[in-house]
């Protein structure tokens, strides 16, 4: 997993923050890196700072905030009276999923702002799950299932903030044993994600994207370079700033650009 915040790319390898990479420089950063605040958990981006939520068994879950210039990672807020199963950036707040720990069978879902030190709560998912992925699309919270057991496992969930509620999208077109979702060329993509030698027996389903303006997923075709997405780290570079520096430096002679295809 890769994360940017200004010109620094932060790499993750399973849960370990490994190397931080000057994008604009193009040099590695040397600096000795900080254990995790725990071992399963969410690192995410919010107000140029690094967040990582704690993934926990009880009520007393942690967010923790990575302070770049002392190199250390501080606890600022727990969960309570709910378990986090699943956690994302918001506009400005820490968007979490859970359960309750008088219930593991009820849902509930919250919002951090880290600058007020609150916490709201807000509407559950319609559909209760155990196990499942969340992803931020258009300043909206996907919930893809994870567990092709479960019920509806072909229905994503969104929650649309200015509204306040969930809505559900058309289920998709197949049945992902292990699904995974990422956001490429400003389109939801999902996919199978097994390893490759588990693709050796298996028929494995094509990934497809969410075709918005048509409300329809779309299976992408074996000649897109998205079609074994799977194999790819993918990193969005929305910072004007940083886009800048990199496309200046992109039109020195002798550096050339290869356009990709879309989705």
């Known amino acids: 997993m890769m994360l940017q915040i200004g010109q620094h790319i932060y790499m993750f390898e399973k849960e370990s923050m490994v190397d931080i990479f000057d994008i604009v420089e193009e040099v590695w950063l040397e600096r000795e890196l900080p254990s995790m605040p725990s071992d399963d958990g969410w690192t995410i981006t919010l107000g140029e700072r690094l967040y990582h939520i704690e ?3 009880d009520s007393n879950g942690m967010i923790s905030r990575y302070d770049f210039e002392s190199n250390i990672w501080e606890i600022i807020t727990t969960s309570r ?3 986090i199963m699943g956690g994302v950036a918001l506009k400005d707040q ?3 999923v859970g359960c309750s720990d008088e219930d593991d ?5 919250q ?3 880290p600058e007020k030190n609150t916490w709201i709560s807000l509407p559950a998912p319609n559909i209760n799950r155990e196990d499942y992925l969340l ?3 258009h300043e909206q919270v996907l919930l893809i299932p994870a567990n092709h057991f479960e019920a ?3 229905i994503i969930e969104v929650y649309n903030p200015n509204q306040n509620t969930w809505i559900s999208l058309p289920e998709l077109p197949f049945q992902y044993l292990h699904p995974k979702a990422v956001i490429v060329d400003d389109k939801i993509l999902v996919y199978e994600n097994n390893e490759e030698e588990g693709r050796r027996y298996q028929e494995v389903d094509p990934p497809v994207y969410w075709d918005e303006s048509a409300e329809i997923w779309k299976i992408i075709d074996k000649s897109s370079p998205w ?4 194999r790819y780290s993918v990193l969005l570079l929305d910072d004007s700033r940083v886009v800048k520096d990199i496309t200046a430096k992109g039109r020195r002679p002798g550096i050339k650009w290869e356009r990709i295809f879309t989705v």
Not at 105 to 109: A, R, T
Not at 227 to 230: A, G, K, P, S, V
């Open 81 to 83: 009276d709910y378990t």
């Open 105 to 109: 069978e009820v849902m509930m879902c």
């Open 94 to 96: 820490i968007f979490v």
């Open 111 to 113: 919002a951090y702002n």
């Open 135 to 137: 992803l931020t699309y």
């Open 152 to 154: 509806h496992p072909k």
């Open 227 to 230: 079609f074994h997405i799977e």
């Open 55 to 57: 993934q926990s068994t």
